[in-house]
């Protein structure tokens, strides 16, 4: 594991708090934990971290944009590029809590892809992060991170490694079905759902568009397989609230908006909505009223949130200001709350992690030790 961050990096964060000057606390800043409930960890295995990224999507000029956004790019060079990753997510959290945008974020980890009976398929692997290296991080991060673990439905051990995960504190558990080949309705998942409904510990699933690591099954991305498991009484949050990322993508958004409003334990995720890909959708989910009480906060993290997408919601001044804030997380928080989404789309992530897990993590109290959400 990558070691202590160092005086000059402690300096430079300190430096970036400055040049963006945000409020601190005020008496309408939640006192529920604030909880990013979607960002990732990444890594090519330097500092035997054990992630990968396929060689041409890591030279990509999107992967470049992204490591150059981040501050990191040509830390591959130097053989730390996953503990400088590491170490900016770390540094994201504090300058995000520093202002009480964000308190905590839920990181994923990415299970290799498997065939129907059990195959595993590196070759067709873009994205690597193991959950012992999300776990190892978490620990080191006591307090910042909540590691959601990544289990593929179809491999052999597949119903005792997600117990497992869930044992060693998993807060969720996370799927990408249309990039990591694996379809939610199928009935090899039931056993996983069983348990899940057993030990209350939600599934965050993918659900529309995605742009940025490769599709191996786009249908996989319909929020209508997972209605598999909403049946099954799992808490289900989808992701992206099935929008499109792209001009071509389905437009699944209506098939959420139903399952929302059928199911209590379902819920959409806000990340990535303060990209060009998704911003239109911010007038959408605000104008459906009955559906804000669904929304669980969201950033998307390492995508770079920007406010240029609704600078005509936002105004010249404020978007400006927006886009000073030097911490992906916190500013995709003050965008969104500048647009108008209701502080419990911020705070709603405490009450739908697994039962005890803040605690066990280091954040805050801890909302499902007293009620369920379904």
């Known amino acids: 594991m990558p070691g202590a961050t160092s005086p000059a990096t402690r300096a430079d964060t300190r430096a970036e708090s400055r040049r963006s000057t945000r409020p601190t606390r005020t008496d309408d800043m939640p006192s529920t934990p604030v909880i990013d409930i979607h960002t990732h960890l990444a890594g090519i295995g330097q500092n035997g971290t054990g992630c990968f990224i396929a060689p041409r999507k890591f030279d990509s000029l999107l992967y470049r944009l992204l490591r150059r956004k981040l501050g990191i790019l040509g830390a591959e060079r130097q053989g730390n590029l996953d503990r400088a990753y590491r170490q900016r997510l770390e540094r994201d959290i504090d300058a995000a809590a520093a202002h009480d945008a964000v308190h905590a974020a839920v990181v994923f980890a990415h299970d290799r892809v498997h065939d129907e009976d059990g195959t595993a398929h590196p070759g067709r692997q873009e994205l690597y992060v193991p959950n012992d290296y999300l776990f190892a991080c978490a620990e080191q991060a006591r307090g910042k991170v909540l590691p959601a673990a990544s289990v593929h439905p179809y491999r052999k051990d597949a119903l005792e490694e997600t117990a497992r995960w869930i044992d060693r504190g998993a807060v969720a558990l996370k799927w990408l ?161 500048a647009l108008g989404y209701p502080d419990d789309v911020f705070t709603r992530a405490a009450a739908l992690l697994t039962p005890g897990s803040l605690q066990r993590w280091g954040v805050g109290g801890d909302a499902r030790a007293d009620e369920s959400p379904v």
């Not at 499109?244 to 995720?269: N, Q, V």
């Not at 669904?294 to 978007?319: E, I, M, N, Y």
């Open 177 to 337: 079905p249309n990039s990591q080949g694996m379809d939610p309705s199928h009935d090899r998942c039931r056993p996983i759902y069983r348990l899940l409904r057993e030990r209350k510990v939600p599934l965050i699933a993918h659900t529309g568009g995605e742009h940025t690591v490769r599709v191996i099954r786009k249908e996989f991305g319909n929020p209508k397989l997972l209605e598999t498991p909403l049946r099954e009484g799992v808490t289900v949050i989808l992701a992206h609230c099935a929008t499109k990322s792209g001009l071509f993508d389905p437009d699944w958004f209506p098939t959420f908006a139903s399952l929302a409003r059928e199911y209590p334990h379902c819920y959409g995720d806000t990340s990535a909505l303060n990209t060009p890909g998704r911003a239109r959708w911010h007038i959408r989910l605000l104008g459906e009223k009955d559906l804000l009480p669904k929304l669980v906060h969201g950033s998307d993290f390492p995508v770079p949130p920007s406010a240029w997408w609704s600078l005509f919601k936002l105004g010249w001044s404020r978007t400006r200001a927006m886009e000073k804030i030097w911490s992906f997380l916190e500013r995709d928080v003050r965008i969104k709350r």
